[in-house]
């Protein structure tokens, strides 16, 4: 079966630190991937998605950036953290080719980032 | 932004069905709608989705108008951990604000 996995779970850094949040996903082979953020008490905000080794897009421009070194492995990044980037961080995948729209998002546990 | 319409909030008793409305009047016709929930501070679980037709699962139904235009989400027998925000998105991955379900004893 397919499972997901982020670390670390909670992580609280200084302003002006960089970030480095990892995501991988096992069982499964071409992953769509995603990042999305989730302010406190709000909805979720897509980030970046990926359909293949080194294909991002971004959705909000911003203080962060996203790499996809290896098939099931997604990175989100940032050189500088400001305070609005604090947030419940959430990678998703889904299955199939290029968005295939059939085929529901599947999350992991999040990491619950606090910049100080 | 995200293009589906839903109520902020709704409440249900225990053991009621729970119906929660959803708008998509932009969906084109090979999106399909997808229902997600969210229980506080955790990621959102995949709770079904459908194109046409009307779908169930052991989770909840899916009712779907013909005009593709809304959806209800069906929960037959809701239970207090059934509490949560709930979304509906049509196509693959842009998230609205949700519907936050209170399941009341």
């Known amino acids: 079966s397919q499972t997901i996995h982020q670390w670390p779970a909670t992580l609280v850094q200084p302003v002006g630190s960089p970030l480095s949040l990892e995501c991988t996903v096992e069982?499964?082979?071409?992953?769509?991937l995603y990042w999305y953020r989730q302010a406190a008490g709000r909805g979720l905000q897509l980030l970046f998605y990926?359909?293949?080794?080194?294909?991002i897009s971004s959705e909000v421009p911003q203080n962060l950036s996203a790499s996809r070194p290896q098939d099931r492995q997604f990175i989100l990044s940032s050189k500088k953290l400001l305070l609005s980037d604090s947030g419940f961080y959430l990678c998703?995948?889904?299955?199939?080719?290029?968005?295939?729209?059939?085929?529901?998002?599947?999350f992991g546990n999040g990491t619950r980032l606090t910049v100080t | 932004d995200a293009k589906t319409t839903q109520p902020p909030s709704m409440d249900c008793a225990e053991g009621r069905a729970a119906n929660l409305p959803c708008n998509h009047s932009?969906?084109?016709?090979?999106?399909?709608v997808y229902w997600y929930r969210q229980i506080h501070s955790q990621g959102p679980q995949y709770i079904i989705h459908?194109?046409?037709n009307n779908e169930t699962n052991e989770m909840a139904s899916l009712i779907i108008t013909e005009d593709r235009k809304s959806s209800t989400l069906i929960l037959p027998h809701a239970t207090l951990r059934d509490t949560a925000v709930y979304y509906c998105?049509?196509?693959?991955?842009?998230f609205g604000a949700g519907t936050r379900l209170t399941v009341k004893p």
């Open positions: 998703a995948w889904s299955a199939g080719r290029a968005l295939d729209y059939n085929s529901p998002l599947h």
């Open positions: 069982g499964t082979s071409n992953p769509n």
């Open positions: 990926s359909v293949g080794i080194g294909q």
């Open positions: 932009t969906i084109s016709g090979n999106e399909y």
């Open positions: 459908g194109l046409k």
């Open positions: 998105i049509e196509g693959g991955m842009r």
